[in-house]
C-alpha cells in the first residue's frame, strides 16, 4: 500500500503524497495503458517478455533487464488500475513455474551476476501482482550486491524495491548508499525526500527537495512535492507557493490540471465551501475545521488530519473526543480487518508520524489515543498511539 489516496484516471503521480503513479514521468520504460481493463494483461505480458518470451517453449533466453522501474506504491499497475468489483489477481501457474525454472538456473550459476539480475527484474515485474515476488527480487539483486558491492543500480534497485514495499527506513539508506557516488541524481534525491515524507520527517524531506531545486531548478517532481510537504504542516501560504511555481513546470496539461485540483484543497475554506480554484473539484473534501473542536486547537488540527487522510478521510463519520488528547474515530466501510499485516502496520506508522507533526505544532507532551471504530458494529479495530 503506498499512501492509500484514490487515483485520478491518467494520474502521472499521487495527489496526496506526490509518488510517481505508473506510467508517469520517471516511472521507467515509457509504456502507456490503454485502460483500466488492460493492465492485468499487460503486467502478465511484461512478465512473459522479461523472461524472454518463451514460457510456452521451454527455452528462457537471457536478456538484459531494465533498470527497476519506479512505481506508485507497493500496489502497483495492477492494484491502481482495476476496475471495482474486480476479482483479485493471480499470476497464472505457467509463470510461476518458468519464475522457479529461472531461479533453479541462477542458483546453479552463483557468479553469473547478469542471471541473477534477470532474475531480480523477473520477480519484481511478477510483484507487481503477487506482492511476494518482491521478496525474491531484493533477495536476487542483494546476491548480486554481495558479489558486486558497489554496483550502483543494484544499490539504486534495491531502494526502489524497498520505496515500493512501504520500507521507509531501508529505502532511505539504500538511496543515501547511491547518493555518496552520485549526489546530483535528482530522481533518486527526490524519491529518498518521499521516504522521509511518508515516514513523518516533513521538514527532513523539504530539505531534501530544497538542496534538489537549488541545482535543478525546472524539476518538476521536487516543486510538487515541496508543496504537498507545506500543505501537511498547514502552512498553506507557503503550499500554495509553490504548488503555483510547481504548475509552471508540470510538463504536460494532466499533470497541470492535477496540481490545480491540489491547489484547490489546500485552498479549501475552513467552513466547508467550494474550492477557490474555479472549476477544480476536489472529490471528498471534507470541512477544514471540526464542529465539535475550537479552531486551531490541538483537536481541531488532528480531527482535519484524520479527514484528510488518504483512504480514511472519506471514511471517517464522526469524531468523538474523550479526552483532551484520546479520540474515538468512527469510520464507516473502512476494511481495517482484512488489510494484511504489513499494510495495517504501514498505515498505522504513517499515521503516528502524521500525529507527531501535530503534537510538536502544538506543543501536546502527553501521549495520545486514537481509537478506530467501526460505525456499523462498534467494534474497536485498532487504536494507534503516539
Known amino acids: 500500500?503506498?499512501?492509500?489516496?484514490?487515483?485520478?484516471?491518467?494520474?502521472?503521480?499521487?495527489?496526496?503524497?506526490?509518488?510517481?503513479?505508473?506510467?508517469?514521468?520517471?516511472?521507467?520504460?515509457?509504456?502507456?495503458?490503454?485502460?483500466?481493463?488492460?493492465a492485468p494483461v499487460f503486467v502478465v505480458l511484461t512478465v512473459l517478455v522479461v523472461l524472454g518470451a518463451s514460457v510456452f517453449?521451454?527455452?528462457?533466453?537471457?536478456?538484459?533487464?531494465?533498470?527497476?522501474?519506479?512505481?506508485?506504491?507497493?500496489?502497483?499497475?495492477?492494484?491502481?488500475?482495476?476496475?471495482?468489483g474486480?476479482?483479485?489477481?493471480?499470476?497464472?501457474?505457467?509463470?510461476?513455474?518458468?519464475?522457479?525454472?529461472?531461479?533453479?538456473?541462477?542458483e546453479a550459476a552463483p557468479e553469473n551476476l547478469d542471471l541473477w539480475k534477470h532474475l531480480a527484474e523477473v520477480q519484481y515485474r511478477a510483484g507487481q501482482i503477487d506482492r511476494s515476488s518482491l521478496a525474491g527480487a531484493a533477495q536476487a539483486y542483494r546476491h548480486v550486491l554481495e558479489r558486486d558491492p558497489n554496483n550502483l543500480e543494484v544499490i539504486r534497485n534495491l531502494g526502489n524495491i524497498a520505496y515500493d514495499q512501504d520500507q521507509d527506513e531501508l529505502a532511505i539508506s539504500y538511496y543515501q548508499r547511491y547518493l555518496k557516488e552520485k549526489p546530483d541524481d535528482p530522481d533518486v534525491r527526490t524519491d529518498m525526500g518521499t521516504m522521509y515524507l511518508i515516514s513523518g520527517k516533513t521538514d527532513e524531506a523539504i530539505q531534501i527537495w530544497d538542496a534538489v531545486l537549488k541545482t535543478n531548478p525546472s524539476f518538476f517532481q521536487a516543486q510538487f512535492k515541496v508543496g504537498i510537504a507545506y500543505s501537511r504542516l498547514n502552512q498553506n501560504d507557503k503550499a500554495i507557493a509553490a504548488l503555483e511555481k510547481a504548475r509552471t513546470l508540470a510538463p504536460d496539461d494532466d499533470t497541470r490540471n492535477q496540481v490545480n485540483q491540489v491547489i484547490a484543497r489546500v485552498q479549501t475554506p475552513p467552513t466547508g465551501g467550494s474550492a477557490a480554484q474555479p472549476g477544480a473539484q476536489v472529490p471528498g473534501a471534507q470541512s477544514a475545521v471540526p464542529a465539535n473542536a475550537p479552531a486551531?486547537?490541538?483537536?481541531?488540527?488532528?480531527?482535519?488530519?484524520?479527514?484528510?487522510?488518504?483512504?480514511?478521510?472519506p471514511k471517517v463519520e464522526r469524531v468523538e473526543w474523550t479526552g483532551p488528547a484520546t479520540a474515538r474515530v468512527y469510520v464507516l466501510d473502512f476494511p481495517f480487518d482484512q488489510m494484511p499485516d504489513d499494510m495495517k502496520r504501514a498505515?498505522?506508522?504513517?499515521?503516528?508520524?502524521?500525529?507527531?507533526?501535530q503534537k510538536e505544532s502544538h506543543k501536546i507532551a502527553e501521549a495520545t489515543h486514537f481509537e478506530l471504530v467501526d460505525k456499523a458494529t462498534g467494534k474497536v479495530m485498532d487504536t494507534i498511539t503516539q
Not at 495527489?15 to 483500466?36: D, I, K, L, M, N
Not at 474486480?86 to 541462477?106: M, Y
Not at 488532528?302 to 483512504?311: D, H, K, N, S
Request: with cysteine; aromatic share 6%.
Open 347 to 357: 498505515f498505522a506508522e504513517r499515521m503516528q508520524g502524521r500525529i507527531k507533526e
Open 86 to 106: 474486480h476479482p483479485p489477481l493471480v499470476l497464472p501457474e505457467e509463470i510461476k513455474q518458468a519464475i522457479r525454472d529461472l531461479a533453479k538456473k541462477a
Open 296 to 313: 486551531g486547537s490541538f483537536q481541531a488540527a488532528a480531527e482535519t488530519m484524520l479527514r484528510e487522510a488518504p483512504i480514511l478521510g
Open 57 to 84: 517453449v521451454g527455452h528462457l533466453a537471457p536478456v538484459t533487464a531494465p533498470s527497476v522501474p519506479r512505481r506508485g506504491g507497493s500496489q502497483g499497475v495492477v492494484a491502481g488500475n482495476l476496475p471495482e
Open 1 to 38: 500500500m503506498n499512501c492509500g489516496a484514490e487515483l485520478l484516471e491518467a494520474a502521472n503521480f499521487c495527489v496526496a503524497c506526490g509518488r510517481r503513479q505508473a506510467g508517469g514521468p520517471g516511472w521507467g520504460p515509457r509504456w502507456s495503458f490503454s485502460g483500466r481493463w488492460f
